[in-house]
């Protein structure tokens, strides 16, 4: 935490300062993220949150396609251009953005204007951060390391049933990033859960 600390310290007036917050399925993303931002706010230091998950894409667009289930996970999911013009390259100069966010249940989308602070810190806490369209934009990024059975074993009771959709879905995307992507290599910091 006091890496992540003295790295954030450096966030001069009227700029932003865009954190990465990596790692796999149940890694803790969301948990790290929840105590960052109550220690910033604590600490006076304005900051906004964004979880890529919100903006994946419908259903049929990432299900039953003509590709591998792996393959929907890690090339479908998300409209990985879209995000980088719309949302990655805006991160840090505009206050507002015109963000297209995805509705579970209606499986739709909803264009919602963002505002963000002008200058403070921004998190966006997700899987797949340090892909090579998106890795640029980041001044810091944290990857959470998490053996998979670890992951696996917090996954609800139910979800557990399902074993060959982690097979064939789950995890062959998240050895395709490992392989091409390295981002324990490219994480200015790693935590060990």
Known sequence: MHMILREIARI?????????????????????????????????????????????VERKRRYNTDYEQWHEYYHLQWDVEW????????????????????DDLSDTHDLQEIKTPKTGLIIVEGVFLQRKEWRSYFDYIIYLDCPRETRFKRE?????????????????????YLETELPLEKADLIIQC
């Open 12 to 56: 001069e007036a009227g700029q932003r300062y865009i954190l990465g917050v990596d790692g796999l399925s149940r890694s803790g993303k969301t948990t790290l993220v929840t105590k960052l931002k109550q220690y910033f706010l604590e600490e006076n230091i304005a900051v906004f949150v964004f979880h890529i998950d919100d903006y994946i």
């Open 83 to 102: 995000l980088k013009e719309n949302f990655f390259k805006q991160l840090s100069c505009r206050e507002i953005l015109s963000l297209s966010t995805y």
């Open 156 to 176: 609800k009771e139910e979800t557990q049933q399902d074993i060959e959709k982690f097979r064939h879905r789950y995890w062959k995307a998240e050895d395709y």
